[in-house]
């Protein structure tokens, strides 16, 4: 079964948590969202951006995953709990609006 090779991952989105800060303001964090199995691989052959006018240029990695259950927005982040790396989303792709898998291209944030 393809989905036994696949490693976690968690989607994580800026949220508020209910508390507010000393000028009244809303706190917001970074919380866990989904957690999902897919793959994470290296579009180019290093962590250097190059320079090209799209988004799929300014990824330095795909996450590819067959859950398509959750939705998913530009503004989160990938979580890899394995190394701790978070990586920014860039572009999400619906191959073919088939609802069959997602790539998701990211780079790694700083």
Not at 88 to 102: G, P
Request: with cysteine; proline share 3%.
């Amino acid at each position: 079964m393809v989905g036994d090779s696949m490693f976690p991952f968690e989607i994580r989105r800026e949220q508020e948590t209910g508390e507010k800060d000393e000028l009244n303001q809303p706190i917001v964090e970074w919380q866990t969202v989904h957690e999902t199995l897919g793959w994470l691989d290296m579009i180019t052959g290093s962590d250097e951006q190059t320079y090209q006018n799209s988004l799929l240029a300014t990824s330095s990695h795909v996450f590819l995953t067959e859950d398509t259950s959750f939705e998913i927005l530009s503004t989160d982040r990938i979580l890899n709990p394995r190394s701790g790396i978070e990586y920014e989303i860039t572009y999400v792709d619906d191959v073919m609006e088939l609802s069959d898998h997602l790539e998701i291209y990211c780079k790694r944030w700083a």
